[in-house]
């Protein structure tokens, strides 16, 4: 079901509704029903990514270099990171993203980032959310990691099974959590 009019290259979509939605999106390799799903926007800001998995980033409309492996791993990711909304937390990774545009999708025009740069390895990573969730440079391994974040996951490190959140509309930045 991939979108046959788009003009993307060299994109792989396998599995029921898996980059149904992309319009010009480049080197992305999908494999699993419904995985980034709503996947659009120019080469420029919707590449490099790998989703493995069932429902993985359904709904990221702009999302470049993330590894997405595991069913619902980001379900409802979205797109947008502000650079005013992340330099108030983390002015270092504002400005490694702007040395990075190709990876970051960093836009100077209307000074934003896409959900880039994160590894998320594991079962149901933002999978129930239903508000804006963004993510940028994050690593999260380990099943039920971050389950229920629902707003921010800047910069960090989450390694271990379990490690979750039950508070609606969290925030979580600069932090390393093992176990």
């Known amino acids: 079901n991939m979108n046959s009019a788009h003009t993307g290259i060299y994109n792989m979509g396998f599995g029921y509704g898996s980059l149904q939605s992309i319009t010009a999106g480049k080197e992305n390799s999908i494999f699993g029903h419904y995985a ?3 996947l659009t926007g120019l080469e420029t800001e919707s590449r490099w990514n790998i989703g ?5 980033a359904q709904n990221l409309p702009k999302a470049s270099s993330n590894v997405f492996i595991g069913n619902f791993t980001a379900k409802n990711l979205s797109s947008g990171v502000t650079e005013a909304d992340l330099s108030a937390i983390s002015p270092a990774a504002v400005a490694y993203m702007k040395l990075v545009p190709d990876q970051s999708g960093y836009d100077a025009t209307t000074q934003t980032f896409n959900t880039a740069l994160n590894t998320f390895v594991g079962q149901s990573i933002n999978e129930t959310s239903s508000t804006p969730t963004r993510a940028a440079m994050s690593t999260i391994i380990g099943a039920s990691g971050l389950y229920n974040v629902k707003f921010r996951n800047f910069n960090n ?5 379990g490690n979750y959140m039950t508070v609606a509309n969290g925030t979580m930045y600069n932090s390393i959590v093992l176990g």
């Open 157 to 161: 490190i989450i390694v271990g099974a």
């Open 36 to 38: 980034f799903n709503k």
């Open 52 to 56: 493995i998995g069932n429902n993985v």
